[in-house]
């Protein structure tokens, strides 16, 4: 155990936590970029809240939440039906940003990332 960790141990596990969230990230962002899709936004805040990602796969919006544990189950058990209104709130703002508005083409996705990196997409999850 480092010193910093001794000495302050819940701060430690925070920052593991928190940089391997951006790990998550990104590789559900190269994920999706293998595909075709086309990244927007990273770390966008709407109304609601932070949306992880967006992408654009022609005229589709697809809104991603990603969520990393151990498990691809833990890391579904994550997200709390709160942050599901929240999600939906933020897109909604960001497609009403939008010229065609509430008529564009979208989606929701929840990609689950496992502590070895595999990602598990869950496509139109929220919608």
């Not at 994920?31 to 109304?47: D, F, P």
């Not at 058990?77 to 008529?103: M, N």
């Amino acid at each position: 155990m480092s010193g910093e960790e001794a000495e302050n141990p819940k701060r430690a596990r925070g920052e593991k936590a928190y940089h391997f969230g951006l790990s998550a990230e990104e590789i559900v962002a190269r994920h999706y970029a293998e595909r075709g899709y086309q990244v927007l936004e990273r770390r966008w805040r709407g109304a609601g809240g932070e949306i992880d990602l967006i992408f654009r796969n022609g005229e589709e919006i697809v809104f991603v939440e990603v969520k990393a544990s151990k498990t691809h189950e833990a890391a579904s058990a994550a997200l709390g039906a709160r942050q599901q209104a929240r999600l939906c709130a933020s897109a909604e703002d960001y497609i009403g940003r939008l010229p065609t508005g509430l008529l564009t083409p979208m989606r929701i996705d929840v990609a689950l990332v496992n502590g070895v990196g595999e990602v598990d997409i869950l496509e139109n999850a929220l919608m």
